[in-house]
């Protein structure tokens, strides 16, 4: 069995072959045409993996510089979606991409651990950033536009938890609208006029701004008791880390605010 390179080589022949036979006009065969076609499909899965490996090494401790500095940094929740008490002292923003994988990790490993013990007990008020990684992850923006017409409804967490739990399907939007229970053609409409696009353009302007270029990231900061919208930085966290360094920065935080 011909496999790795020669394989690979084989193809290459075969679309040369298959290109010498178009310019002499003569007809190509079918079978040529698959593999170039399969070629093409291989070589586009592959692009997409590298870029998912070198987000998970960006992920890891020690390879990558230090989070940005954002102690201090004022942050307007504005419209963003929230979750929890509006008056708990501490705000965890998640900055996120509906189709990224380790984004995906988080919201079925980490995400549940945090809701029970700190956002549940209203220890911590949440909310959601959109970045979706356009040059990768070619549906994650229409994700982040669903997820907001969901929200129009009052249904925005629902269709939050359904995208990520169906990374793989996320197509079409109109199945997810019917499956959380909202009036789809108000879903359809919102999608088709772009209502919120303006909206999570700004939402990357601001993860940009803040430092955070990666998927997913988490801003942990300061509620102000005065006014809930507003926020003060205090940390950012990279990656789709483990609850225990959640829970470590978190703790650590509630501890000095006390």
């Known amino acids: 069995m011909i496999g790795g390179p020669l394989k690979t080589g084989c193809v290459a022949l075969a679309a040369w072959f298959a290109f010498v036979g178009l310019a002499a006009g003569q007809q190509t065969d079918p079978k040529v045409l698959e593999e170039i076609q399969a070629l093409k499909q291989g070589q586009e899965e592959i692009r997409k993996q590298l870029q998912e490996i070198k987000q998970l090494l960006q ?7 230090a989070p940005p500095n954002v102690r201090g940094v004022p942050v307007e929740l504005g419209k963003r979606p929230t979750r929890g008490d509006a008056g708990a002292k501490l705000t965890l923003i998640e900055v996120s991409d509906f189709q990224c994988p380790f984004c995906g990790r988080y919201a079925t490993d980490t995400h549940p651990l945090i809701a029970k013990e700190y956002i549940d007990t209203g220890k911590l ?3 959601f950033m959109d970045l979706p990684l356009e040059s990768i992850h070619k549906q994650a923006f229409k994700a982040a536009e669903a997820a907001r017409c969901a929200g129009d409804q009052g249904k925005y967490w629902e269709m939050h938890a359904r995208l990520f739990a169906n990374q793989k399907a996320l197509e079409p939007w109109s199945a997810h609208a019917t499956a959380v229970g909202l009036d789809l053609p108000k879903f359809e409409a919102c999608m088709a006029d772009g209502t919120h696009a303006a909206a999570i353009r700004a939402d990357m302007a601001a993860a940009q701004k803040l430092g955070i270029q990666g998927t997913p990231g988490f801003l942990l900061a300061l509620t102000d ?11 950012v966290i990279r990656g789709a880390r483990p609850f225990a360094d959640f829970k470590a920065e978190i703790d650590r935080e509630l501890a000095a605010i006390k």
Not at 59 to 65: D, E, I, M, N, Y
Not at 225 to 235: C, E, M, N, R
């Open 59 to 65: 992920a890891r401790p020690g390879t990558q510089p």
């Open 125 to 127: 008020r949440y909310a």
């Open 225 to 235: 008791p005065k006014d809930p919208q507003k926020v003060t930085g205090l940390s």
